[in-house]
T-cell receptor, first 118, second 112 residues
Framework: DTEVTQTPKHLVMGMTNKKSLKCEQH?????MYWYKQKAKKPPELMFV???????INESVPSRFSPECPNSSLLNLHLHALQPEDSALYLC?????????????????FGSGTQLSVL | EDKVVQSPLSLVVHEGDTVTLNCSYE??????LLWYKQEKKAPTFLFML????IEKKSGRLSSILDKKELFSILNITATQTGDSAVYLC????????????FGQGTRLTINP
């Protein structure tokens, strides 16, 4: 299994809603990531979890709340979002650096959740 | 500030042509340079380059890294319409944990 699975694939929510994005991998990876990608722009890093601990938060607003319940799962809880938060949210995973050969550090991406905030 | 710059931003060629995509980087704690292809949603991995001057090949695609001049190129020979995509270059850096700093991408269109 070399997949990162994200659900839902599409999500439409109002500014007062609370929703969650889910990400799952069964490759034994111990680092998981959330990226945000606006149309025609590159992915931008939001959060990094390494061994289930939050290791990087790229100054993301608190209306985005990540959670890593175990080594296979990564959630992104959404609350009181703004229309400008509409984007493709990508999850990725890999083996943390130094734990394997360097070529195994490449990031595997999920297909993303296309989020629209009305 | 860590920066990755790709050129050109957009390229339109005919099927069968050869293309060269460029990526320059200026980052701290550099570890490797990665190339991804993004067609619709998930970026798919193409190459990871860690050593200077060693070409990596996969079919019609090849890539090389120059760590002295801080750039990489991605070559695609005998292009096909299926090569149409956005090609992303990313510098892997270590900042407590691993980060990928992406360039803006090159949108490649192959016309039949």
């Amino acid at each position: 299994d070399t997949e990162v699975t994200q659900t839902p694939k599409h999500l439409v929510m109002g500014m007062t809603n609370k929703k969650s994005l889910k990400c799952e991998q069964h490759m034994g990876h111990r680092a998981m990531y959330w990226y945000k990608q606006k149309a025609k722009k590159p992915p931008e890093l939001m959060f990094v979890y390494s061994y289930e601990k939050l290791s990087i938060n790229e100054s993301v607003p608190s209306r985005f709340s990540p959670e890593c319940p175990n080594s296979s799962l990564l959630n992104l809880h959404l609350h009181a979002l703004q229309p400008e938060d509409s984007a493709l949210y990508l999850c990725a995973s890999n083996t943390p650096p130094g734990q394997t050969t360097q070529t195994n550090e490449k990031l595997f991406f999920g297909s993303g959740t296309q989020l629209s905030v009305l | 500030e860590d920066k990755v710059v790709q050129s050109p931003l957009s390229l339109v060629v005919h099927e069968g042509d050869t293309v060269t995509l460029n990526c320059s980087y200026e980052v701290t704690n550099f570890r490797s340079l990665l190339w991804y292809k993004q067609e619709k949603k998930a970026p798919t991995f193409l190459f990871m380059l860690t050593s200077s001057g060693i070409e990596k090949k996969s079919g019609r695609l090849s890539s090389i890294l120059d760590k002295k001049e801080l750039f990489s190129i991605l070559n695609i020979t005998a292009t096909q319409t299926g090569d149409s995509a956005v090609y992303l270059c990313a510098a892997q850096i270590i900042q407590g944990a691993q980060k990928l700093v992406f360039g803006q991408g090159t949108r490649l269109t192959i016309n039949p």
